[in-house]
């Protein structure tokens, strides 16, 4: 039987301990720290993580797939909380968090493409979702600078985007706002108690930190820490996508209203125009480990698919490459709550919607470490779902290890 999760302990123990400081780990550490529990975190670089390369798409409808109608569950209720969730960190923090509800047009170029869209439309018609069917006509009255042989395509009109680093930063002064303790250094070890109870970590440093509960939040290296018994071990595996950055001229209007994405010859591109003139172009999906090399064949590729889709991309300046790694799950869903070991719970395995799900993983989070259960929606993502992990590829050094 679990102890309760809620142990007093001596001031200088924190109730929470949360290992990685992505989005997720912050989110976590917010939200618990809102609730009242003494919270620290620990990562060498909060902030930084997957979330600097990402997109920020916040895709529930566009990103529909085939088989994932429960994550599909967690998505919209993530995305319905986004204005709030947006209001409150911008208020709180005074910051500006990039975010735009300005709709998702999905297009087509070729005869294959629309046929998949088609599906993704019946798909999505069948699932009660808001999409509407528009002609290639139609495509680029909306988008003008579309290419001419754009063929048809998606309408979302609730499919939006945030910036993904100033939603990181944002989340760093929120935790300090809230009173969240920051270690910026590695977690190396778990340590297991008397009992079978995670009772915090060893750092690189060889600091001892005690908690009473540990949330590990790690990202693609989640699998990573040791100590963690293999039964309970996250299956979490890095999978890279490059993405490139693009500045957009200010003085003649925007080159695109909205994210337009389109599936060509079989890859996704998507381009993301934010309101302060960068575009963003994504994303290769590559599975090779922990490596976050950019390639001249991914750069090749994004500006070759998205050249297809407008033209215009060309005359930009490119600002920046990147190569970041999602969090992928076997389910391609995230683990969420309490483990098989006494007092250590994940939150992991966002894969390619973490941008998206980081307010739903907040609530459920704090609600899992203030009761010790998951609360309805997060049930399906329990961490239980699964046995230990599978072997993960090999490991770089540490001081590679930030995404
Ligand atoms: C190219 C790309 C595009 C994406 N586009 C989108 C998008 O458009 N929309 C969307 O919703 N999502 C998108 N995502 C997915 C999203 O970025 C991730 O799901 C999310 O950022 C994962 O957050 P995380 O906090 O779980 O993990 P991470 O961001 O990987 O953070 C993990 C943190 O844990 C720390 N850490 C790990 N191990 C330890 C340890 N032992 N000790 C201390 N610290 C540790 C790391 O330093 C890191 O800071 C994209 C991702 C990529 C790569």
């Known amino acids: 039987m679990s ?32 609730r009242g529990l003494a919270t620290a975190l620990v990562d060498p670089e909060p902030g930084g993580g997957a979330a600097r390369v990402a997109a920020g798409m916040l895709a529930a409808v566009t990103e529909l797939h085939y088989g994932e109608e429960t994550l599909l569950a967690l998505n919209l209720a993530s995305a319905r909380r986004y204005p709030a969730f947006a209001a409150e960190l911008a208020e709180l923090t005074g910051r500006d968090l990039g975010y735009r509800r300005c709709g998702t047009l999905a297009v087509a170029l070729d005869a294959d493409d629309r046929a998949h869209l088609r599906d993704l439309h019946a798909l999505q018609q069948r699932s009660g979702l808001e999409s509407e069917w528009l002609s290639g006509r139609e495509c680029r009255r909306l988008e003008p600078m579309l290419a001419p042989g754009v063929r048809g395509g998606l309408r979302v009109d609730g499919d939006h985007q945030i910036d993904p680093r100033r939603l990181a930063r944002a989340l760093v002064a929120a935790c300090a706002h809230a009173g ?47 100590g963690v018994p293999e039964a309970v071990l996250p299956p979490v595996r890095p999978v890279k996508g490059q993405v490139l950055r693009l500045t957009m001229p200010r003085a003649h209007g925007p080159l695109l209203n909205r994210t337009v994405r389109a599936v060509v010859r079989g890859n996704h591109v998507y381009l993301v125009p934010r309101e302060n003139g960068e575009l963003v172009v994504g994303a290769t999906s590559e599975e090779l480990g922990w490596d976050t090399t950019v390639t001249a064949g991914g750069v090749y590729a994004l500006l070759r698919d998205a050249h297809e ?11 920046e490459t990147r190569a970041g790694l999602r969090p992928g799950s076997p389910d391609n869903a995230p683990l969420l709550g309490p483990t098989g070991l006494d007092g250590l719970l994940l939150a992991t395995g966002h894969y390619r919607n973490g941008v998206l799900l980081t307010p739903v993983t907040g609530d459920v989070m704090a609600h899992a470490l203030t009761t ?29 290890h930030s995404a």
């Open 180 to 226: 969240v303790v920051f270690h910026r250094v590695w977690a190396e070890r778990l340590t297991v108690g008397r009992g079978d109870r995670a009772t915090g970590v060893v750092t690189a440093d060889g600091t001892a930190l005690e908690a009473g509960q540990v949330v590990l939040a790690g990202g693609s290296l989640s699998g990573r820490l040791t």
């Open 309 to 319: 889709l407008v033209p215009g991309i060309t005359e930009l300046p490119l600002t």
């Open 372 to 400: 010790g259960e998951l609360p309805e929606e997060g049930r399906p993502f329990t961490p239980r779902r699964f046995g230990g992990a599978p072997a993960l590829p090999p490991l770089p050094r540490l001081p590679e």
């Open 3 to 34: 102890s309760p999760p809620h142990t007093p302990r001596t001031p200088r123990t924190p109730d929470v301990l949360v290992v990685g400081g992505g989005i997720v780990g912050l989110v976590t550490a917010w939200r618990a720290a809102q």
